[in-house]
């Protein structure tokens, strides 16, 4: 494999958002994130859900959670009941958090 790769499926207007790989040459430099972020922008500005089966996206999206990306996550459930993260000026990008820092609890 020489790409990162998101992999989804659609069902309507709900990407379920599957798993990211990145070639392995290129782990450490970003491209998970720079997906993650991608999916989100696009599901934003083009109406879409997500349900985020990637347990990577499920840690970025609660490190960066906020009301406006809320209503766009419909699961799984424990990342809907999960806590809220602190407010962070997404214009200073070394403030953004490493969602491996972030432990996931699935009940």
Known sequence: MSRAILHYISEGKVLDMQRINVPHRYTGKGLARLLTETAFTYVILNNYYMYLTCEYMQKYYL?????????????????????????????????????????????
């Open 63 to 107: 490190a960066i959670k906020n009301p406006d990306l809320e209503e766009y996550v419909v699961g799984p459930p424990h990342i809907l009941e999960g806590p809220d993260s602190k407010s962070l000026d997404p214009n200073i990008i070394y403030e953004l958090p490493d969602p491996e820092d972030f432990l996931i609890y699935s009940s």
